[in-house]
């Protein structure tokens, strides 16, 4: 993706930053969520995003971007965890340049209610494998033609119109 200088300028007017030429490490948290709601509200996510409660977010600025640098964002879901309220799960925002990682951002949600599969060996086709494989989930935009989301779950994958 290419940044648009107008949206940056009006995300640093309503948050109170100065407009530079280093792109913020929050609008680039801002761009992947938009990646995350879509990855969470797909068919196939094994957790109903209402009633998903958001409870921590962690971000990683590796290197400045330059607002002239076309970034490539993604967003996957990972490290299933039980909690005492249900399980948690982090959704993991990118941002790279070229092959090069230079933003990373978590946000952990809680799955009021939702338990662990059982701790044996997951069976192909049973629930259990089922959540685990979706929980593979990958969102991407970035190519040159504007945002174009891409799913991958396990090895197939499908191309969002």
């Known amino acids: 993706m290419s940044f648009d200088i107008n949206d940056l300028a009006d995300y640093a007017h309503l948050v109170g ?3 530079t030429n280093d792109v913020p490490g929050t609008y680039l948290h801002v761009q992947t969520f938009a990646l995350q709601v ?3 509200a797909a068919r196939d996510f094994p957790f109903a995003m ?4 958001h409870v921590a977010n962690e971000m990683t600025v590796l290197r400045p ?3 002239a640098e076309k970034v ?6 990972t490290n299933m965890a039980p909690h005492r309220s249900g399980l948690t799960l982090d959704l993991v925002g990118e941002a790279r340049v070229g092959d090069e990682l230079v933003w990373r951002g978590t946000s952990t949600y809680l799955v009021k209610g939702a338990s662990m599969p ?3 060996a997951a069976e192909a086709g049973s629930p259990e ?3 685990l494989a979706a929980l593979r989930l990958r969102c991407s935009n970035g190519l040159s033609g504007g945002p174009r989301p891409t799913w991958v779950v396990g090895m197939r994958l499908l191309l969002a119109t």
Do not use: K
């Open 17 to 19: 930053l100065t407009l």
């Open 38 to 40: 879509h990855l969470m």
């Open 50 to 53: 209402a009633g998903m409660v």
């Open 65 to 67: 971007v330059g607002v």
């Open 72 to 77: 490539t964002l993604s967003s996957s879901a």
């Open 118 to 120: 059982s701790d044996g």
């Open 129 to 131: 494998a089922e959540t």
